[in-house]
Nanobody, 122 residues
Framework: QLVESGGGLVQAGGSLRLSCAAS????????MGWFRQAPGKEREFVAG????????SYADSVKGRFTISRDNAKNTLYLQMNSLKFEDTAVYYC?????????????????WGQGTQVTVSS
């Protein structure tokens, strides 16, 4: 089970830190990712991190503003979001894939959290 937290309402230019806590199984061998879905849009890749945390991948729209990290000892994934923009408003989901990769493909992830709402006011 994956449970996200840390979402909320923030002004443009502000910061939020999302967390994703895993329970029931260790995620230390899984690749992890953050995805988001805005109303009326498809779910899109935001950031990914390989099982060891030594490599990451970002969507162009968030590169330089967002940072993904993980703490395998705590079985927790993070997303630090800085310089938030109105267009970052969405429900954010964490997900895990058994390949251990930082894949951008939604279809490769087989464990998903319930999502946390991030709203950026302009």
């Amino acid at each position: 089970q994956l449970v996200e937290s840390g979402g909320g309402l923030v002004q443009a230019g502000g910061s939020l830190r999302l967390s994703c806590a895993a329970s029931g199984r260790t995620m230390s061998t899984y690749g992890m990712g953050w995805f988001r879905q805005a109303p009326g849009k498809e779910r899109e890749f935001v950031a990914g991190i390989i099982w060891s945390g030594s490599a990451t991948s970002y969507a162009d729209s968030v590169k330089g503003r967002f940072t993904i990290s993980r703490d395998n000892a705590k079985n927790t994934l993070y997303l630090q979001m800085n310089s938030l923009k109105f267009e970052d408003t969405a429900v954010y989901y964490c997900a895990a894939n058994p390949l251990g990769s930082a894949s951008r493909s939604v279809n490769l992830y087989n464990y998903w959290g319930q999502g946390t709402q991030v709203t950026v006011s302009s």
